[in-house]
Structure formats: C-alpha cells, structure tokens
C-alpha cells in the first residue's frame, strides 16, 4: 500500500535535516544531492547549450543554485551566476558550495533575465522570515517581468514556507523543485499558484527521519484514506451499510437537503431519510423516490425521530435557516451522540456564540464545514482562533476547540482533526463554485460516516471525491450532477 504523503513545515524539515547530518550525512553531501536534482530539472526545461541565469541568495538556497550551476555548466549550458550580497558572506555549506563554482559572479541588480532561456530562482527558500525589500524585491520583480521560464528552487522566492503568503512580492514560477517533502506552501494559496508543477526530490533522507519530525499533516490523497473505504461482502445488506438522516429546510428551502441525501446515498449509506418540516412534505415527496420521508417539527421532532438508534449519521444545516431553532437541533443531535455533519446554517447560526460549542463536539464524531466567512462569523470574539496567519494552525485550533474535525473550504481546502491531523486538499476545481455544491459534499462524508468510517477520513475522503467528480464533469456542471458521478469515482478507487 502506498504511504501517505508526508508535508513538512520549514521548521520541522530544518529539524529533518539536522537529524539527517546527525545521523551521518554530511550536509554538503545532502546540498549536493539539491544542487544535482536542480540541474536536473534545468535540463528538462532548457534546451542543450541554452542560456542559463541561476540566481543566488545569500544562504542555503543559494548553495544549492551554485552547485546547480556547476553542474550545468559541466554539461555545456551557458551559465550567468548572479548572487545577493557580496559572496564572502557565505557560510556554511553554501561557502563550500561557492567554492565549487568557476565562472564569475555577477551582482544580482545586474543580472539581465531578458537574456536567459530559463531562469533558476534560488535567491530565498523557506527560511525566509520577512517582506521582500530592496534589490531582493527589484530581483524578483525583474525575473516576473522577464516572461522567460523559471524554475524555483525549494519554493518560489518571496513566499512564506508556512502559509503560502506572498511577502511582499514573489516569483511566479513554471515549475518548483523541492527537496524530501512538500511544504504547506505548495499547497496552500496563494503559494501554490506561484509554484508551477511542484517535483519532489529524493536527497536521501530517511522517511523514519521525517515522519519522526513531521507525521501530522498529509496531501489530501487516496494513500491516506483508501484503506478506510467500505467495501460491501457477498452478505452484506443495507443495514449494515448506516442510515443517514439529512434535515430539510422549509418548503422554499429544500433543494440543500434533498442534495445531501442522494449524495449520501450514492457513496453508499444504506439507507437515506430526509427530516422534513410539516409544511415541506409535500414537496420533498414530490422529488423523493429511493430517500425516504419523515415528518420533523422541529427540535422536537429531532428529538423523536432519533430515538431510533439505527439512525447513526445526521446532517444539519444546508437551508435550515438561521435562527434559534437550528441551534436547539444542533443541541439535540449533539446529546444524541450520532456521527454529524454540520454546515451552513448549522454554523451561523452560532455567530459569536463560539463558547457554546467550546469541547461539544468529544463524544460523537463531528465534521464542521465551514468555508472562511462562515469560520470567520462562527468564532467572532476568538482572537485565538482567527488571528494565525495559516490556514492550517486556524483550522487546528479550532478543531482542538470545539473536539470536532474541521473542514476549512477553499481552493486549498483544510481538514483538521482534534488530535492535531491535517491534510491539504489539491486537486479541487473551479466548477464545484456553483450553488448546491457544499450541500452535495455534506451528503457524501455524512453517508461515509453512516458506514463506520472515521470523521477525519471521511472528510477528507469526501472533499477528494467531491472534486474528482466534479473534475470529470467540467464546465457546465451543476449539483446535481455530482452525486452521478460518485459511482465511477468509488469504481476506480475500489479497484
């Protein structure tokens, strides 16, 4: 079975390299070993014989871009080197590296991009710790506006490693390579738009040495989740696959739960049901075939209705309406200790009332949906919780707050469990903006968990599936065509 994808922030792939030379490589064999897949890169982005400008910061970065001019220029490329500062404040193994080069050096404002064929960016990598400023900045702009390919070395200059934020200002580049492992900011937006295609580079550390440092925060794929997937025996029935229960709203406001639950059921909940208003029957009737119906006045009727305890996954909140009401059948879900989904209303519904949910969520597995306006309103008031600049460490504590996981939306979506599990999402597309399609997502990891798989997984398995189908359809789709696709998206993954 194929592992996981491991991502490391800056700070624990420093500590991963120390460990690494520790453990008895040499950290100029490990900076060679950068230096040579750099040039490798080139190679594939540049003509034989073109015209190559490497341009180096004044650090580790930079030693890996002069060894990988070395070696380009061994190989026949015409090589311009450029660094930041003047090169004998080189230290370390990037001196050592300096060293190895036998052209000349050209002072980074000289450096003329407009002539290169490709442009090797190694001015700054993860290290960096504030806004690009003076002939740092003017170097990266120069490279943008060059229009010339560029390949980054690590990660685009100017981007912050942790966040993906853009400091300042930062290299677009046609392609990133990185050393080990991805960081967040290959994934994370900003930063991910400025990468290109991201090529990962194996320098010879040990996976024991970074899951020893990293091991919480993963690439949203199939290697983290597959093995969870239900997969129905010859025996199997319905019963055993969960019955997952979806709130509507009112009779104006039923389309969302209507969406949840086909979804559920298309992932494979055995059985569906749809907890309708009184006023709202005859209309979820009107478009209900294999989901079934029950009548659900309120909180009270929740509470009824889940007194039968083969209901064991709950959605709440897709046009459930923002009010009173909806905090009480959140309440009622929470002390009935079933597997939840909330979103949208479910959500708002709590703005500024962060403190109620604070640990609500320990005793039952909780999935909570929101997207950044919706994160924003929910935990009003809490400074601590929506002042840290990454997207990963808001979604973390919020996940610690409430004991729920957390599913913060976006291009770069972020699950976040209770125990301190992330993962990044990346393969999501520009066609799942359209109205219904968080309600579709709701559906498919409620009707996960209705089959026993754990919240974490099932998040992140159901916002990769999501986007998958939504992928295979493209433009013109709509929200109700996701839930058809699932089908052929599980078929390829059970395979």
């Known amino acids: ?49 073109a015209a190559i400008v490497v341009a180096a910061g004044p650090g580790q970065n930079g030693g890996d871009g002069f060894i ?14 450029g660094l930041l500062g003047p090169a004998e404040r080189l230290m370390g193994d990037a001196a050592e590296a300096a060293q190895g080069w036998k052209g000349g050096i050209v002072p980074i404002e000289d450096l003329r991009f407009d002539d290169a064929d490709l442009i090797v960016d190694a001015l700054f990598g993860t290290g960096l710790a504030r806004d690009l400023g003076g002939e740092a900045r003017l170097a990266v702009e120069r490279m943008n506006a060059s229009a010339k390919p560029i390949l980054a070395v690590d990660l685009p200059s100017g981007i912050d490693g942790d966040t993906g934020a853009v400091r300042g200002a930062a290299v677009r580049a046609d392609r990133t390579v990185t050393f080990a492992a991805r960081k967040p900011c290959h994934l994370l937006m900003p930063g991910r738009a400025h990468c290109g295609a991201v090529e990962v580079a194996d320098i010879g550390i040990p996976r024991p040495i970074l899951e020893a440092r990293g091991g919480t925060l993963f690439a949203n794929a199939p290697a983290l989740w597959r093995h969870r997937l239900p997969r129905p025996g010859l025996t199997s029935h319905k019963y055993e696959r969960g019955h997952t229960l979806v709130a509507s709203g009112g009779a104006t406001r039923t389309g969302a739960a209507r969406l949840a639950a086909r979804a559920a059921l298309r992932i494979g909940s055995g059985l569906v049901t749809v907890a309708s208003p009184p006023e709202a029957i005859g209309v979820n009737a009107a478009h209900l075939t294999a989901i079934m119906l029950r009548g659900c006045d309120g909180p009270e009727g929740l509470h009824t209705i889940l007194q039968d305890q083969r209901f064991n996954a709950l959605v709440l909140g897709p046009a459930l309406g923002v009010h009173a009401g909806t905090r009480a059948m959140v309440t009622v879900a929470v002390h009935a200790r079933r597997s939840l989904v909330l979103d949208a209303d479910a959500l708002t519904s709590f703005e500024g009332l962060a403190s109620e949910l604070h640990g609500a969520f320990s005793h039952a597995p909780t999935v909570l949906t929101p997207h950044g306006g919706e994160f924003t309103r929910l935990f009003k008031g809490r400074p601590d919780l929506l002042d840290p600049e990454s997207k990963i460490e808001r979604a973390r504590r919020a996940a610690a707050y409430t004991g729920a996981v957390v599913l913060l939306k976006g291009a770069d979506t972020v699950i976040t469990a209770p125990d301190g599990r992330a993962a990044i999402n990346e393969n999501g597309t520009p066609y799942l ?43 013109g789709l709509i929200a109700e065509d996701l839930a058809e696709l699932v089908p052929g998206v599980l078929r390829d993954l059970l395979r």
């Open 433 to 475: 903006a359209t109205a219904g399609s968080g309600d579709t997502l709701c559906g498919l990891i409620a009707g996960l968990m209705a089959q026993g798989v754990p919240a974490f997984e099932a998040a992140c398995a159901g916002v990769w599936i999501h986007a998958e189908a939504g992928e295979r359809f493209g433009p």
């Open 1 to 49: 079975m194929t592992a996981p994808e491991l991502v490391l922030t800056p700070s624990e792939m420093k500590q991963a390299d120390r460990d690494a030379i520790a453990s008895g490589i040499p950290g100029i064999k490990l900076m060679r070993r950068a230096g040579r897949a750099v040039a490798e890169c080139a190679e594939k982005l540049a003509s034989p014989g």
């Open 68 to 81: 990988a001019a070395s070696l380009l220029a061994e190989r026949g490329y015409r090589v311009t080197l």
